[in-house]
């Protein structure tokens, strides 16, 4: 299973980017049984989760990026996003795609945010 997440870049605060995390090595199914996370890592912080989407259609969200931050998967194209509006300085950080499910538990490389103020 491979995860390759695209989107990150530089942009001021209160503004937006969508994140995107392909998924390949994986059968419909299989991806349709598997929860998916972003993560973001910060030299401050721990990896930290920031949003998931579990196999049963529900979604859980970091405290901080509630409201701002939708997580989203398309179980067609094997592909989850995260739409991240209002960003703040401190969204910053290289975000990670994440899949656990059967047999499976693997991280993508990471896309770095960069929010300036």
């Known amino acids: 299973v491979q995860l390759q997440a695209s989107g990150g870049g530089l942009v001021q605060a209160g503004g937006s980017l969508k994140l995107s995390c392909g998924v390949s090595g994986m059968i419909l199914s299989t991806f349709r049984s598997t929860d998916f996370a972003w993560y973001r890592q910060t030299p401050e912080k721990q990896r930290e989760l920031v949003a998931d989407?579990?196999?049963?259609?529900?979604?859980n969200y970091g405290d901080s990026v509630k409201g701002r931050f939708t997580i989203t998967r398309d179980n067609t194209k094997k592909r989850v996003s995260l739409q991240m509006n209002s960003l703040k300085t401190e969204d910053t950080g290289v975000y990670y795609c994440?899949?656990?499910?059967?047999?499976?538990?693997?991280w993508g490389a990471g896309t770095l945010v960069t929010v300036s103020s």
């Open positions: 994440y899949a656990r499910g059967p047999y499976i538990d693997s």
């Open positions: 989407s579990s196999r049963d259609g529900s979604t």
